[in-house]
């Protein structure tokens, strides 16, 4: 056994650049980028890129985008595909070994195999038929021009580890059929370059989804075989649609870049993936450092979770109401301090703002009709003399509340019609000093 001379936690993110990331695999990405903060550790993004065919340069940039915004700054970038002869050494020393071994069967046959042994009610595990071919069976095979795929002689025996977030966890391998690692090709599937990488970069947590349970139990295997240092392992709960049902369905409309397209703020997607699936309320946070401090792998349920679009739609909205102008200042055009104060409370999404803005600073007039036109005349005859502040609206509509009949609704809506178009919207308090005097007069006329 190794012993780990580190003194720092190394997490990673290891997404496949063969498409976009969704919120799953940003979830894993903040838990990872959240871990990483509080332990003061170190985050690498890691392309997950073995599968040269289907990988991309433009994914990965697209990836690097998101992780970006979603306010991630890896300390280090690594790409499996610049390691296939690290990958090499260690696979020829497995094969040296007799850890891994040449299997011929063709996917037809294994199939087949699968439903004779389903058929019999076995469990359809790999039966190890290849590791008793003779060295005739082999030659006729290359003969016939087969090449062999390469799995990994696990040694059916329990797994244990304490999980960080599902606790003690027992594998026995011999449940398991031997992983293939490397394809007839001589491609690597994701389990051993996952290893290497997770040793040779001294990893110390794995925090990843559920789906990759048994995974750890076939690579802790693998990585005690290649005389690594077993990380720490975290598995969280999957997340599953409102309604229930597992999200792949919808996943292109929720990846982080059509997230981030329809306008959500980063840190609304953030603190929703943070919190979804803990034992804390899901409530808006500004800042990172609010999420850190109160993160803690052991808050995460084993239950999965569900992503409410809906609720992420209210929890941007709700922190668009704390936002301070400092923080979105630069992203706002023709938007005054007073003015984003003003508004900020009545917004969903950030491009809101150019609505109310418009309404503030517009100078077209708004239909008023039958008997409020009467009204609206009298009221304009009331208007305060400038300077206006947030107490001129109550002084403007006690005075057309003592000359008029009216009172409640019939006092405020006209008025609201009247100088903003719209039944709903900011307090009027604070919006009509904001649209000054002159275009109030103008709006009653
Ligand atoms: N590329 C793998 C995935 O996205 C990485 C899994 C892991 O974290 O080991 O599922």
New binding site residues.
């Given amino acids: 056994m190794r012993l780990r001379h580190a003194i720092m936690n190394i997490v990673?993110?290891?997404?496949?650049p063969t498409g976009r990331i969704h919120i799953g695999?940003g979830r894993?990405a903040i838990l990872n980028w959240l871990f990483a903060l509080k332990t003061n550790g170190q985050f690498i993004l890691r392309y997950?890129d073995t599968d040269t065919a289907r990988s991309t340069q433009e994914f990965a940039d697209g990836i690097k985008t998101d992780v970006e915004w979603l306010g991630i700054t890896p300390h280090r970038v690594e790409w499996q595909s610049k390691r296939f002869d690290r990958y090499d050494e260690v696979a020829a020393d497995l094969r040296a070994r007799g850890l891994i071994y040449a299997c011929y069967e063709t996917a037809d046959e294994l199939d087949r195999r699968r439903k004779r042994q389903q058929a019999r009610g076995l469990p359809p595990i790999y039966d190890r038929a290849s590791l008793k071919l003779t060295a005739e069976e082999i030659a006729a095979f290359e003969a016939e021009g087969r090449k062999p795929h390469w799995r990994f002689k696990l040694a059916n025996a329990p797994v244990d580890w304490v999980d960080m977030i599902r606790g003690p966890v027992h594998i026995d391998t011999a449940t398991l059929s031997d992983p293939v690692l490397i394809r007839e090709d001589g491609t690597y599937l994701?389990t051993l370059p996952?290893v290497i990488d997770d040793v040779d970069m001294a990893v110390t947590h794995?925090i990843?989804?559920e789906?990759?349970v048994v995974?750890t139990a076939v690579q802790i295997e693998i990585t005690r075989a290649i005389g690594g240092v077993v990380p720490a392992y975290g598995h969280y709960s999957m997340l599953l649609g409102a309604d229930g049902k597992g999200l792949s369905k919808r996943i292109g409309s929720l990846s982080i870049q059509s997230l981030r397209e329809s306008g959500l703020e980063s840190m609304a997607v953030v603190s929703h993936a943070a919190l979804l699936g803990t034992s804390d309320n899901i409530h808006p946070c500004t800042d990172i450092h609010e999420l850190v401090d109160g993160f803690d792998l052991g808050k995460l349920s084993r239950a999965p979770a569900r992503f409410d679009e809906a609720e992420l739609a209210g929890l941007n909205a709700k922190l668009l109401h704390m936002t301070p102008y400092a923080s979105v200042a630069h992203r706002l055009e023709g938007v005054s301090e007073a003015m984003w104060l003003a508004v900020r409370g009545n917004m969903e999404k950030l491009s809101d703002v150019a609505q109310w803005r418009d309404v503030i600073n517009s100078s077209d007039k708004f239909e008023v009709a039958g008997d409020d036109v009467g009204y609206i005349a009298k009221a304009r005859e009331l208007l305060p003399q400038e300077p206006w502040d947030q107490t001129t609206w109550k002084i403007w509509t006690d005075a057309v509340k003592a000359a008029t009949d009216r009172k409640g609704k019939t006092l405020f809506m006209p008025l609201r019609m009247a100088l903003t178009g719209l039944d709903h919207g900011p307090e009027l308090a604070t919006l009509l000093p904001l649209i000054g005097r002159e275009k109030t007069l103008e709006r009653l006329s």
């Fill in positions: 990673r993110f290891a997404p496949s695999n894993a997950d994701y996952s794995v990843r989804g789906d990759h995974n």
